[in-house]
């Protein structure tokens, strides 16, 4: 199976200049964790609300500082063809969450997540389960 089967085609997004106060404005209103920066429907970037806590917070960076100041460059993007298995040892070997999905020239399509791929992982989990229920089953 392939990633694109089970990716989040909505992705919330920003630019680079774009204030941490707005940013985080579209957190609240998409209910999301993480906004994906792009240019040019390209990722270069991504920030988190854990991201944006830490800045506002604990480092007193300004609400109307550029994103970009906060973001975490050259984010990690995978191919929207990869298959499962690949996407989870990616994103195991690279301690991510998040990947954004890209396209063939690069442009953001998705974003898979850590829980996307539980849940999709659980179900196939629980179809074998099912499948040898009655060998299971005490006589």
Known sequence: MKL???????V????PEETL???A???Q?????????VQEQRPVGITTDRDLALAL????ISPQARVEKVMTPHVLAIPED????TATKFMREREVRRLPVVDREDHLVGIVTLDDLLRFLGR???????????????K
């Open 82 to 85: 990869t298959g499962i298995y």
């Open 4 to 10: 694109n089967e089970i990716f989040t085609r909505s």
């Open 57 to 60: 917070g604990a480092q007193g």
């Open 12 to 15: 919330v997004t920003a630019g």
């Open 29 to 37: 209103e998409h209910n999301v964790g993480t906004v994906v920066i």
């Open 124 to 138: 196939e989990l629980y179809n074998l389960a099912e499948g040898i229920k009655h060998e299971m089953e005490v």
């Open 21 to 23: 106060a707005a940013v």
């Open 25 to 27: 404005r579209k957190m």
